[in-house]
């Protein structure tokens, strides 16, 4: 029988308390010091883990942690600094050219409205929400590939795509849910929800995911 909106919603909220005491400092893995750094941070790690983008920074941040700073590195130097990420070039791009209008445009300092976040160049839907979540604490719900993965797994939505997965869960969970519940679903994926071999003998959500193996299935 189908699930109707209302199991659903009492379903997540299920999910989520068993996830919240596993995971009590839900904030990103990302290191940064302010918006700025979080928001480069972000631009960096998109096809690239976060650990390997925490080796990365703390090679510039220091001394380059604001754009009109970042901006006197130059291309070349800067591109050689991040060179050890996938797709460099693009990034190191992007990065000097959304620093400089956030110089021209934004008095130096990174917007707190979606709109004039998502209109920097190489900054997305997930990377605004990233940075309006955890630099400004601004409800948002990122879906990246482990909540797009965890999230349609455990049956909370068949979203095709990150923006139709954020509409359904979104719509489940209270606005002052959304940053933690984000969280939760990374690290859930990270550790437990693997891609592509979920650990589910050791899930603490295995009696209510569909997605369990029939001889993983609780009897009663
Ligand atoms: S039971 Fe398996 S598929 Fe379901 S959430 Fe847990 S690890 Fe993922």
């Known amino acids: 029988?189908?699930?109707?909106?209302?199991?659903?919603?009492?379903?997540?909220?299920?999910?989520?308390?068993?996830?919240?005491?596993?995971?009590?400092?839900?904030?990103?893995?990302?290191?940064?010091?302010?918006?700025?750094?979080?928001?480069?941070?972000?631009?960096?790690?998109?096809?690239?883990?976060?650990k390997r983008v925490n080796i990365v920074t703390p090679t510039f941040f220091p001394k380059y942690n604001a754009p009109a700073k970042l901006?006197?590195?130059g291309e070349e130097k800067f591109r050689t600094l991040v060179s050890s990420l996938n797709l460099y070039k693009t990034k190191s791009?992007?990065?000097?050219?959304?620093?400089?209008?956030l110089v021209e445009k934004h008095h130096g300092?990174?917007?707190?409205?979606?709109?004039?976040?998502?209109?920097?160049?190489?900054?997305?839907?997930?990377?605004?929400?990233?940075?309006l979540a955890n630099a400004f604490h601004i409800p948002a719900f990122p879906v990246d590939t482990h909540v797009f993965r965890v999230t349609r797994r455990l049956?909370?939505?068949?979203?095709?795509?990150?923006?139709?997965?954020?509409?359904?869960?979104?719509?489940?969970?209270?606005?002052?849910?959304?940053?933690?519940?984000?969280?939760?679903?990374?690290?859930?994926?990270?550790?437990?929800?693997?891609a592509p071999k979920p650990k589910c003998s050791i899930c603490p959500l295995v009696d209510i995911c569909p997605y369990t193996p029939k001889n993983l299935i609780p009897k009663n």
């Open 1 to 50: 029988m189908k699930e109707t909106q209302v199991q659903k919603t009492k379903r997540l909220e299920e999910i989520i308390s068993r996830l919240a005491p596993k995971y009590p400092h839900p904030i990103t893995a990302l290191r940064f010091t302010n918006s700025f750094e979080l928001l480069v941070a972000t631009v960096l790690a998109a096809q690239a883990t976060d």
């Open 71 to 73: 901006l006197t590195l």
């Open 93 to 101: 791009k992007n990065i000097l050219a959304l620093s400089k209008i």
């Open 109 to 131: 300092k990174v917007p707190n409205i979606r709109e004039d976040l998502e209109f920097l160049p190489g900054v997305g839907r997930k990377t605004a929400s990233v940075v």
């Open 155 to 194: 049956g909370l939505t068949n979203g095709k795509n990150p923006l139709e997965v954020e509409k359904d869960i979104t719509a489940l969970l209270p606005e002052k849910n959304w940053i933690d519940a984000h969280h939760y679903f990374v690290f859930h994926g990270r550790e437990i929800c693997t």
